[in-house]
């Protein structure tokens, strides 16, 4: 059996929020047992005018390949009401997306590896950051912590109250 790869997921919902946002928990938790989750952030929506989203970045290790990760994720998302067919920019009732796997670079399965968006977008990078503040981009070699301090479009977002399986995992500030 190979090693467990550590993996970073990007959860994000605009519609139903914290029920789909639960959903995900539940079925990540089903699937890799002990999650690293992030606070939860709440963030305009980026690229079309629509409801704010709750966004939060989860850590696993697994030893599935970047395609099974993908297609299970997928499949999680049809399950909640994610169409397929929908536009890339368009409200959401559930979107995962793999941040990194491991130290992996370039195309695997049909998928970007780290995905760009965790140097764009502040709902990316500010809870990868939170859980991950050591870890090294697998390009730029910077910190997320290191990245997210250094990070200044003007993106909004700030944490939220939000429990799940009886555990805080984050609260407003005030």
Known sequence: ????????????SNIDRERYVKA???????WFGELEISPVYESEAVGFDGSPFLNLVVGVKTNLAVGE???HFKQ???ENGRRPEAPKFS?????????TYGEAVGRLDGVELPRSEILKNAFVLRPLADI???VKHPICRKSYLELWQAYNTGQKLWPVNFSWQGRVISTAVC
């Open 76 to 78: 999680l998302e049809a």
């Open 24 to 30: 995900a928990l539940d079925a990540l938790a089903g």
């Open 69 to 71: 990760l993908s297609q």
């Open 91 to 99: 409200a959401r009732t559930l979107d995962l997306d793999i941040l």
């Open 1 to 12: 059996m190979p090693d467990q790869v550590p993996v970073y997921i990007s959860v994000g």
């Open 132 to 134: 991950a503040p050591g």
